[in-house]
């Protein structure tokens, strides 16, 4: 026993504290956060509008809607990630990071739609009457009626998006960010190490993955509170 933890002690010595490999982690974790919260933050206004387009009576804009969808849908998020990087944006001077989190951004934006659009589609068409019959515009209708009530409905489906958002981040060392993952990569590849850096990045990614999933309980659970009133 005392063997083990000597030679565990040691294997951790040399994959976290040795020449500071601990900071590479932990800047990992700021470039993924960074990522995913910018990430999030175009996902959910691509997928408001697609969601628009989707639910619109122009048949123009329900084909873009429906050919944005089918599109991002139907093809790897890495290979999005990499056109996005190395094409459209290879002449842009942004930095990696804020390009990475408009690649997710679109990515999600196309599964985001899709939460809305089921969402207002759940919302009773009597709303929709009501609001008008109150002298709203479909417009003003829209935004202070119905899409605040499908919000709700949608809140645990968008934060599932934003969970899983989280851990598909892992994937941007493929254009060179340093972020958990990457940094675990690195640390493996400079100790010969395999073990302790891919269950250290594991557990970094279950405790942040863990501590979000707490904040969203509770924001659900006051929008639940704002409702039995």
């Known amino acids: 026993m005392a063997q083990w933890a000597a030679g565990f002690s040691d294997t ?8 500071d490999r601990y900071k590479l982690l932990l800047s990992g974790i700021s470039v ?26 122009h048949k123009l804009l329900r084909i873009v809607g429906g050919i ?32 990475a989190a408009i690649a997710f ?3 999600s934006g196309a599964y985001v739609s899709e939460i809305i659009r089921a969402g207002i589609m759940s919302i009773d068409k009597g709303q929709m009457e009501a609001g008008r019959s109150l002298g709203l515009n479909a417009f003003q209708t829209m935004s202070h009626i119905v899409i605040p009530q499908a919000i709700k409905n949608i809140f645990p489906a968008l934060c599932n998006e934003f969970i899983v958002l989280i851990k598909e981040t892992a994937i941007v060392g493929y254009v060179g960010l ?24 594991a557990v970094i990614y279950y405790v942040l993955i863990k501590i979000l999933t707490l904040i969203l309980k509770r924001i659900e659970a006051a929008l639940r509170k704002a409702d039995a009133r």
């Not at 972020?179 to 190490?193: L, M, R, V, Y």
Request: charged share 15%; hydrophobic share 55%; net charge positive.
């Open 105 to 107: 951004g679109v990515n």
């Open 178 to 201: 340093m972020d958990i993952q990457k940094a675990g990569d690195f640390i493996k590849s400079a100790t010969f190490i395999a073990f302790m850096p891919l269950v250290g990045t």
């Open 32 to 57: 993924t956060i960074k990522v995913s919260l910018l990430a999030v933050v175009i996902g959910i206004l691509i997928g408001m509008v697609i969601a628009m387009c989707n639910l619109s009576r």
């Open 68 to 99: 944005y969808t089918d599109v991002i849908r139907g093809t790897p998020s890495v290979t999005q990630l990499m056109i996005i990087y190395f094409v459209i944006f290879a002449s842009v001077h942004l930095d990696k990071w804020i390009i």
């Open 12 to 19: 951790f010595y040399k994959c976290f504290i040795k020449e």
